[in-house]
T-cell receptor, first 115, second 112 residues
């Protein structure tokens, strides 16, 4: 079964600084997808970024980028130029063709951006 | 609206009562998921529907939990004889590809 690990329960970053949120995964699938979601205090789950296992380039979406290291099975989220509105829970999720056909989520990282 | 809609947004029920939670997925999305999120925790998979295939119920925590999806669209999650440990936010998501999921706002269930 796939396993997603987020080892940082909480992170602090200064406004305008960059921050990296860690995510590692364990799978024997060759083709799979990795996702990051943001969950602000309002509770909604907001899709941020997606990386396919065969994508040659690291995914980027505005201030979000994904540092994908396939051999190390890591998919870290990098947020550049942090803003106060980035304070939220961040979840890494895995989707693969075998086993459960649904996103498997990590335990999340709570990011707090300080002014 | 264009997004995933869940109702009610909040539900307070007495222990032992049955509750029904509703999810309206995005039109055209064939995959529908239910997750549960306890306070301060991650998302726990409950059940997955894909088109006309048999649902994946492997995440349902007990036989008090059941879900159905009528006409390939609206889904209802039913919890019978609710217990206090059922208190959580129940999140519904839908997907066109089966991978990227779009979430509703959730139903906050409180069992007293």
């Amino acid at each position: 079964a796939q396993k997603i690990t987020q080892t940082q329960p909480g992170m602090f970053v200064q406004e305008k600084e960059a921050v990296t949120l860690d995510c590692t995964y364990d799978t024997s699938d060759q083709s799979y997808g990795l996702f990051w979601y943001k969950q602000p205090s309002s509770g909604e789950m907001i899709f941020l970024i997606y990386q396919g296992s065969y994508d040659e380039q690291n995914a980027t979406e505005g201030r979000y980028s994904l540092n994908f290291q396939k051999a190390r099975k890591s998919a870290n989220l990098v947020i550049s130029a942090s803003q106060l509105g980035d304070s939220a829970m961040y979840f890494c999720a895995f989707f693969g063709p075998t086993g459960r056909r649904a996103l498997t989520f990590g335990s999340g990282t709570r990011l707090q951006v300080q002014p | 609206g264009a997004g995933v809609s869940q109702s009610p947004s909040n539900k307070v029920t007495e222990k032992g009562k049955d509750v029904e939670l509703r999810c309206d997925p995005i039109s055209g999305h064939t995959a529908l998921y239910w997750y549960r999120q306890s306070l301060g925790q991650g998302l726990e998979f409950l059940i997955y529907f894909q088109g006309n295939s048999a649902p994946d119920k492997s995440g349902l925590p007990s036989d008090r939990f059941s879900a159905e999806r009528t006409g390939g669209s609206v889904s209802t999650l039913t919890i019978q004889r609710t217990q206090q440990e059922d208190s959580a936010v129940y999140l519904c998501a839908s997907s066109y590809t089966g991978a990227e999921a779009f979430f509703g706002q959730g139903t906050r269930l409180t069992v007293v």
